[in-house]
């Protein structure tokens, strides 16, 4: 792989890890004083689909995989909306399960971190392979006070559950909850509904974007969904790479310093 912003620069192993390293956790304006980074990993075509028949696997190539793999290694927990985790049919994710090339970067962390899925109602079958399936992460259930009690009961006997917020869920509580837990670095996978609900929060430190090289046509979503404008306008970011293999660019932008 290659980065051609800031340096021009051909990429190893060590180079692309350094890359996508989390910065030192920042702890002013935090809840609590809490330390965390919030990075979104998210893929889309040259005209703004998100994905391709419903899922983002068509979009994807050799180097945005690698990547998604890298940043999974590095996450000390993955969040996901439960629309996503069922489009994508997320499992736990399992030790060397993306690549052993990565293994090294848990060393004195677990094999691999847990999935953390976010769902208002707990509409997630207790019995589904991200729930219930072999990991070496025990999974986490975001969802409120208002979700049916039995079904959190049932979904508490396989998984650990974070109640946050009455009727939704209240991001920066379940975020500040994860991170009270030890989760300081955080990734999301999205999907588009999430994603825009944790930008309207203003929770998201760092975006990894890969442009692949296609044209999809009218009629996908975008890498964000919702009803409306975002609230007090376009949040500005900050480029910090530019990498690019097989057509594919893979940007990685942060917010401004304070």
């Known amino acids: ?29 935090r809840e609590g004083g809490l330390r965390w980074w919030l990075r979104a990993n998210m893929v889309t075509s040259l005209d703004g689909a ?19 793999a890298l940043l999974r290694a590095l996450a000390d927990v993955i969040i996901v909306g439960a629309g996503t985790a069922r489009a ?20 004195g962390r677990p094999a691999a971190p847990p999935i953390a899925v976010v769902t208002r109602q707990l509409s997630i079958d207790p019995a589904s392979r991200l729930l219930a399936g072999p990991g070496a992460a ?3 259930v975001i969802t409120t006070e208002s979700a049916p009690a039995g079904r959190r009961a049932r979904v ?5 559950v974070i109640v946050a917020g009455e009727h939704s869920v209240d991001l920066p509580a379940a975020v500040a909850a994860l991170a009270g837990r030890g989760y300081q670095r955080m ?5 588009p509904w999430l994603l825009a609900q944790l930008i309207e929060a203003g929770l998201v430190d760092e975006l990894c974007l890969t442009i692949s090289p ?14 409306g404008p ?21 940007c990685r932008y942060t917010r401004p310093p304070a």
């Open 214 to 227: 296609l044209l999809t046509g009218p009629g996908a979503a975008r890498i964000v969904a919702g009803t």
């Open 88 to 107: 994508e049919r997320y499992g736990p994710v399992r030790p060397g399960q993306e690549g052993v090339q990565w293994a090294w970067l848990r060393d």
């Open 138 to 140: 025990r999974s986490i």
């Open 1 to 29: 792989m290659r980065q051609i912003y800031p340096e021009p620069a051909d990429l190893g192993r060590d180079g692309l890890a350094a890359c996508y390293a989390y910065p030192d956790l920042p702890v002013a304006g």
């Open 187 to 191: 990734l999301t996978e999205g999907g």
């Open 230 to 250: 975002l609230p007090g306008g376009a949040r500005p970011v900050t480029l910090a790479h530019v990498l690019v293999q097989d057509g594919h660019l893979l």
């Open 50 to 68: 998100a994905t391709i028949g419903g899922r983002t696997g068509g979009l994807s190539g050799g180097a945005d995989q690698d990547v998604f």
């Open 156 to 160: 508490a006997r396989t998984a650990e």
